[in-house]
């Protein structure tokens, strides 16, 4: 019953209850499954194998895979890149930051000076 091209279910992990293909038999205890779970072998105990195989070629790539499930209706988020880097943030950059905070510290400045006036 462990065919390529499958749709399995993910039971187990952090990748619990979303869907994949098998792409792989690696043995008999593990696949290597794709979709909306991470590429990665996986334990066959782990899935749940669904009655639905799909035509999809022996290690597909995973725009492949991606394919296949759109075309029985199963959408993929699509990953947003890369996370941001400790010198850049969405607001800009890091001398962007900086200059914020010189602007912050000259306003500080000026308020504590006209606190040291009034008193």
């Known amino acids: 019953m462990i065919d390529?091209?499958?749709l399995c279910m993910k039971i187990a992990g952090r990748d619990s209850g979303k869907?994949?293909?098998i792409i792989d038999v690696i043995d008999?205890?593990?696949v290597m499954l794709d979709g909306q779970v991470r590429?990665?072998?996986v334990n066959i105990n782990h899935?749940?194998?669904l009655p639905k195989v799909l035509n999809i070629k022996k290690n597909a790539s995973h725009e492949?895979?991606?394919?296949?499930l759109k075309s029985i209706g199963i959408v993929v988020q699509e990953k947003t890149g890369k996370k941001e880097t400790k010198g850049e943030t969405k607001e800009g950059s890091k001398e962007e930051l900086k200059e914020e905070k010189r602007e912050k510290?000259?306003?500080k400045e000026s308020k504590d000076k006209k606190k040291q006036k009034n008193n």
């Open 105 to 107: 510290t000259k306003k």
């Open 47 to 49: 899935i749940e194998q």
């Open 4 to 6: 390529v091209g499958r």
């Open 39 to 41: 590429r990665r072998k």
């Open 19 to 21: 869907y994949g293909i």
């Open 64 to 68: 492949e895979v991606l394919e296949a």
């Open 28 to 30: 008999d205890k593990f």
